[in-house]
């Protein structure tokens, strides 16, 4: 039974940061699979904010760039988003993905880690930013 467990969520400040983790298990680790992660807010869809795939490419959504960073510790099986100069539209439910059906680099890896029957997902941590 795959596992993703996410923290790191909490409440701060315009211009603060945040640092989630994303600790999988109960899995053969693979570098096939894509993996990233994704937020949403009280009424609106899911929103894909970063991923890293198969072939190590990653992929930011326009309005993180130059602010979060998504990186991985292979050895420790945990996924990390650095979230710099957050802003109040930042808030929301963060969750971290990964894919089920490892098959290489994915065209629109933003797109993917948000269809829930193509992929594992956490609970959720809450990120929460106030003006």
């Known amino acids: 039974q795959v596992q993703l467990v996410e923290s790191g969520g909490g409440s701060v400040q315009a211009g603060g940061s945040l640092r989630l983790s994303c600790k999988v298990s109960g899995y053969a680790y693979s570098n096939l699979n894509c993996v990233g992660w994704f937020r949403q807010a009280p009424g609106k869809e899911r929103e894909g904010v970063a991923a890293?795939?198969?072939?190590?490419?990653?992929t930011y959504t326009a309005s993180v760039k130059g602010r979060f960073s998504v990186s991985r510790d292979a050895a420790k099986r945990t996924l990390f988003l650095q979230m710099n100069d957050l802003k109040p539209e930042d808030t929301g439910m963060y969750y971290c993905a990964r894919d089920r059906y490892p098959t290489g680099p994915i065209s629109d890896p933003l797109a993917h880690i948000v269809i829930e029957s193509l992929n594992y997902w956490g609970q959720g941590t809450q990120v929460t930013v106030s003006s």
């Open positions: 890293i795939d198969s072939d190590g490419s990653i």
